[in-house]
């Protein structure tokens, strides 16, 4: 039986946090379909950095937390590759989009030998769109205001993906369009279970919606979150009801648009003569101020009493933390 391994990179803002929560829920039942969900990713990421412990903050890892679950990814996929009766295995993380070209090639040295091939796939979208939704998301999570939007970057598909083709062969690399209208029946989870050959999956496991992406409304008010929370804290409030706030999404400016006019056509260019992907255009809009979704008052009030919220949580949440994390698969 020929073991093929789909290795998920991302990018991010194409449904990965969807794609990897309903993979990690799940896991039993795709076991039955001949899906082998591999746990413990972290853990094969550390195989391909040159410093594992730079990898020990992402989750709070420590070093001898870190050994721990590279031997249970190890262990997974060893199981995987010599006893299950699962044609394919699934590894999925956005975290492998930032390692350079030497851990690449340690990565797929790792992998090749645990299954008959590697195929990696990749989720592009429109490169504006997902500036500004990277964007949204920092000031979100507390790590950006919507003032320092100057500093918002294009990713460089063009630098990265090239190396995935050169490591792991051009016929080994699925590049997929994340557009409204482009994904199978519509969904991240049932797109990716089409590429990587289990459509049938799809239609029997209902996709978790996880990490939507905020309103306007919403990431004025996760701006304002930002000015009372102490400082250095990342705590900005429960993410979670910013998501129920509805209405029109950020919009893109032209201002926006003009600052990375070269970079934004060398991105489609490359996208569009490489694998044939054509996105449709993003229009720019004029944003509203803050105040036309929020006066300054009711921001300060709510950003005050959410961060408050949000840190007796956070307290919780330390006291409460099992041994581990219920929703992983075991080492299976």
Same mark, same amino acid.
């Given at each position: ?8 990179? =991302? ?7 969807? @794609? ?15 899906? +082998? ?10 195989? !391909?950095? *040159? ?25 997974? $996929?060893?199981? +995987? ?11 999925? *993380?956005?975290?492998?989009? =930032?390692?350079?070209?030497?851990? &690449? ?14 195929? @990696? ?7 504006? *769109?997902?500036?500004? !939704?990277?964007?949204?998301? /920092?000031?979100? #999570? ?13 990713? /460089? ?7 995935? *083709? ?10 997929? &369009? ?5 994904? +199978? ?5 049932? #797109?990716?279970?089409?590429?990587? =050959?289990?459509? =049938?999956?799809?239609? /029997? ?46 919009? @893109?400016?032209?201002?926006? @648009? ?5 970079? $934004? ?11 044939? $992907? ?29 961060? !408050?919220?949000?840190? &007796? ?20």
């Amino acid at each position: 039986m020929t073991k093929t391994l789909y290795l998920h990179i =991302g990018a991010g803002k194409t449904g990965t946090s969807s @794609i990897q929560a309903t993979l990690g829920q799940n896991w039993h039942r795709l076991k039955s379909e001949g899906v +082998w969900v591999v746990p413990w990713v972290l853990g094969v990421l550390a195989e !391909a950095v *040159s410093d594992p412990a730079r990898l020990a903050p992402v989750q709070g890892f420590d070093p001898e937390k870190l050994r721990d679950v590279r031997a249970r990814a190890h262990r997974s $996929l060893t199981r +995987w590759k010599t006893r299950a009766p699962a044609p394919t295995a699934v590894i999925s *993380s956005e975290h492998f989009h =930032g390692i350079n070209l030497a851990e &690449k090639r340690r990565l797929q040295a790792y992998l090749a030998a645990l299954a008959d091939r590697v195929v @990696i796939v990749c989720y592009v979208r429109h490169p504006l *769109s997902k500036m500004v !939704a990277m964007g949204a998301q /920092r000031v979100r #999570d507390g790590y950006g205001r919507l003032a320092q939007q100057d500093r918002w970057r294009i990713d /460089r598909m063009d630098l990265d993906l090239p190396e995935w *083709s050169a490591v792991f062969g051009a016929e080994n690399l699925l590049v997929r &369009k994340f557009e409204r209208g482009a994904l +199978w029946q519509d969904s991240p989870f049932a #797109d990716f279970c089409q590429a990587i =050959g289990h459509p =049938g999956v799809a239609l /029997r496991i209902q996709p978790d919606a996880r990490n939507r992406g905020l309103t306007r409304a919403a990431i004025y008010l996760a701006d304002a979150l930002a000015e009372p929370a102490p400082a250095g804290s990342p705590v900005r409030g429960p993410s979670d009801w910013l998501a129920e706030i509805p209405g029109p999404g950020l919009a @893109i400016t032209q201002a926006i @648009i003009d600052a990375h006019a070269g970079d $934004l056509r060398r991105q489609l260019t490359f996208l569009r003569e490489t694998y044939g $992907l054509r996105f449709r255009p993003v229009a720019p809009a004029a944003n509203p101020p803050p105040a036309a979704d929020f006066d300054a008052d009711t921001r300060r009030a709510l950003a005050t009493l959410l961060n !408050a919220q949000a840190l &007796k949580i956070a307290a919780l949440e330390a006291a409460l933390t099992p041994a581990e994390d219920p929703e992983t698969p075991p080492d299976q």
